[in-house]
């Protein structure tokens, strides 16, 4: 039976996992903005099976790829070539599998952070392992705390530039990785100054987005945040 329309649409949300504890957790942030948006996000188990994945794509309406550890090269067929790579087999294996089913059922997606640098190695693309030793720049990627404030900007394009009504977005970053040659799937929407892809879309789906800032971390206090937030969670209806 389908839900009826009027009803929050279900949002699952990719675990985060802590290695030296062997713990799944979740940072608030990311199901508090979900619920902002008015979804009810449910945080997801890492181990499935391809029967469970099946089952859960097909109960929820969209799902949030959230970030997190360094997606592994092997995913993109390379090694580790810095020595900076802090990955996570368990989340590498979970999201290939419900990234997969989800896009085969046309679900609604949006990533954040790790979540646009595995939708881009899932579907072909590469990866900057370490933007510091591999792509130099003014731009420091990985600011310090305070985590909601904005320290740099990306222009915007496409379908993102339409919803937010202009040309340039302050933005925060939490990142050392980012895209090197985008998949020929995605569609960029946002560049940073200094040419590293900020966020990027699937045309031909019902929604496909991810971004490379943490808009879970301002949405509290910048529309713009919340804006996305509100739309993907409009397209899981």
Not at 7 to 17: D, E, F, H, R, S
Not at 51 to 80: H, N, W
Not at 211 to 233: G, M, N
Request: proline share 6%.
């Amino acid at each position: 039976m389908k839900r009826s329309f009027n009803k929050a649409p279900l949002i699952g949300v990719t675990p985060l996992w802590d290695a030296a504890r062997q713990s799944v957790w979740m940072l608030p942030d990311y199901l508090d903005g979900i619920k902002a948006a008015g979804g009810i996000p449910v945080v997801l188990p890492l181990d499935l099976s391809d029967e469970d994945a099946e089952r859960i794509v097909e109960t929820c309406d969209g799902f949030l790829f959230t970030g997190g550890q360094d997606v592994s090269p092997a995913l993109y067929g390379m090694k580790d070539a810095t020595g900076t790579i802090v990955s996570s087999p368990e989340r590498d294996k979970l999201e290939s599998l419900l990234l997969s089913k989800a896009l085969e059922a046309d679900k609604p997606i949006l990533g954040i952070c790790r979540g646009l640098q595995f939708i881009n190695a899932f579907m072909g693309g590469t990866l900057w392992q370490d933007l510091p030793s591999q792509h130099p720049s003014e731009i420091v990627h990985r600011q310090g705390k305070p985590y909601g404030v904005p320290t740099h900007q990306v222009a915007l394009s496409g379908d993102l530039q339409t919803l937010l009504g202009k040309d340039v977005l302050d933005v925060n970053t939490l990142h050392h990785q980012a895209i090197k040659d985008l998949c020929s799937g995605l569609t960029p929407m946002a560049v940073a100054p200094d040419g590293i892809i900020e966020a990027a879309q699937m045309v031909g789906k019902r929604f496909v987005w991810a971004v490379q800032w943490h808009p879970e971390y301002l949405f509290r206090t910048d529309k713009d945040s919340l804006a996305i937030f509100s739309c993907f969670v409009e397209h899981c209806k």
